[in-house]
């Protein structure tokens, strides 16, 4: 048996212990075979060693976390405490305060988390215009809107512009029912998700009122020129070459643009041919346009994910050689 004394002067004990206590329940309830005290800004633990130093860290952890960001919520609280694998504890505690990109609501940072996101956030910050193409689950709306919320507060634009061509709907969206908003929410949620995360809701609401951030289908773009805003074209391997055209040529003054897709995920009729890989491979070497590939080592939802993936991607060769075969 013995005694550790954790100091926790330098964050707010409240925070630390929780309302009533509850995350100081939580961190108890995960180590059931410690003597767990607070006294004022001391914690101190009492138990077998090994225990005490597995504690410890997840203690440090949650330290460090809020000597950065002053709040930790008793959700993220149960994570970090949860969390074993280095991508959790690499989530919760910023290795390079660099890699924030915006703090959203109840504490949450957002960051680029791997090395590929890294690589958009590097591009996206010595160019105007930026492909980022990979697989679904890689993060390459979630980085793209959190790098237009950061431009939009560094006050680098006027605004955001976020759109999606509305395959769906034949990109005409007439005969849906209900108003435009009704109509295009279905197409644009994802965008409206991670703006959620990302700006408090009040705050998002007079945004979107003022037209400070619009999300709009595609071809509500024509005939516009964007000037001063980050505009963000997701899922462009649903546009066609037109489209994919009309939306570069829109791009005006002060602006910054990514252009998100994936190419193995295109829904639009079989005889038309999306025009991301066309303008992937004809913007190849131009000055003041950069292309970032995400890979399934880029995926940062469930870690099933990744394996759902690599399975089709092996079930996509296989088909592709047998076609190739019986040409």
Do not use: C, W
């Not at 180590?31 to 138990?47: E, N, V």
């Not at 860290?57 to 930790?72: M, S, V």
């Not at 793209?144 to 512009?161: G, H, P």
């Not at 074209?233 to 994919?244: G, I, M, R, S, V």
């Amino acid at each position: 048996m013995t005694d550790t004394i954790i100091n926790l002067a330098s964050v707010n004990p409240i925070e630390f212990f929780g309302v009533n206590n509850g995350k100081l329940d939580l961190l108890k309830k995960k180590f059931p075979l410690l003597k767990i005290l607070s006294r004022g800004t001391q914690l101190k633990l009492s138990g077998a060693p090994e225990q005490i130093e597995t504690a410890k860290e997840k203690i440090d952890l949650i330290i460090q976390y809020l000597e950065r960001n002053g709040h930790l919520s008793e959700n993220y609280f149960e994570q970090v405490l949860g969390g074993d694998d280095a991508e959790t504890i690499d989530n919760f505690v910023d290795r390079n305060p660099n890699d924030i990109l915006v703090f959203g609501p109840n504490g949450k940072t957002v960051r680029a988390r791997t090395q590929n996101q890294k690589k958009l956030v590097t591009a996206v910050d010595k160019n105007d215009i930026v492909f980022a193409i990979g697989p679904a689950g890689t993060g390459k709306t979630y980085t793209a809107v959190a790098l237009a919320v950061r431009a939009l507060k560094n006050k680098l634009v006027k605004k955001i512009i976020l759109t999606r061509p509305a395959v769906e709907a034949g990109e005409s969206l007439g005969f849906l029912p209900g108003d435009l908003k009704e109509k295009i929410d279905p197409y644009l949620r994802p965008l409206y998700d991670a703006l959620d995360d990302m700006i408090p809701a009040d705050k998002l609401g007079y945004y979107m009122t003022t037209r400070t951030i619009e999300i709009a289908p595609l071809a509500y773009m024509r005939g516009r020129t964007l000037d001063n805003a980050f505009i963000i074209l997701d899922e462009a391997q649903n546009t066609n070459d037109l489209q994919l055209k009309m939306f570069l040529t829109r791009i005006g003054g002060n602006a910054k643009a990514i252009i998100t897709g994936d190419p193995t995920q295109v829904d639009l009729p079989r005889n038309m041919r999306s025009g991301l890989e066309k303008s992937t491979r004809i913007l190849k070497n131009i000055d003041g346009i950069a292309h970032i590939a995400l890979t399934e080592e880029d995926v940062v939802r469930h870690k099933l994910v990744k394996s759902i993936i690599k399975a089709y991607e092996k079930e996509h060769e296989k088909e592709e050689a047998e076609h190739g075969h019986h040409r």
